[in-house]
């Protein structure tokens, strides 16, 4: 059975920091490219970060400078740390893992305000 469990969402002033994490399991982890997407209230959801199994990371130009995508393939964890927060990266963030099939995180929300 596949598991994403994301963790590290919460509350945080504008200017702050996150660390989200993504626990797998079910999966030959190192072989999948992870991602880390985001929905907003009334919005589409959108593409954060995505880091292919050999380690290129890839990223939307809102987040760029701000997020940074990593793995742990002995962990079976990829993290997106978030600084810089914005009340416009206000969302449920979710982990997403591709190869021949995609699986879906049930997404930790993130909560950007003063």
């Known amino acids: 059975q596949v598991q994403l469990v994301e963790s590290g969402g919460g509350l945080v002033q504008p200017g702050g920091s996150l660390r989200l994490s993504c626990a797998a399991s079910?999966?030959?982890?190192?072989?999948?490219?992870m991602g880390w997407y985001r929905q907003a209230p009334g919005k589409q959801r959108e593409l954060v970060a995505s880091i292919t199994s050999g380690g290129s990371g890839n990223y939307a130009d809102s987040v760029k400078g701000r997020f940074t995508i990593s793995r742990d393939n002995a962990a079976k964890t990829v993290y997106l740390q978030m600084n810089s927060l914005k009340p416009e990266d206000t969302a449920v963030y979710s982990c997403h893992a591709q190869l021949v099939f995609a699986y879906w995180g049930q997404g930790t929300q993130v909560t950007v305000s003063s």
């Open positions: 079910g999966i030959m982890f190192s072989r999948y490219t």
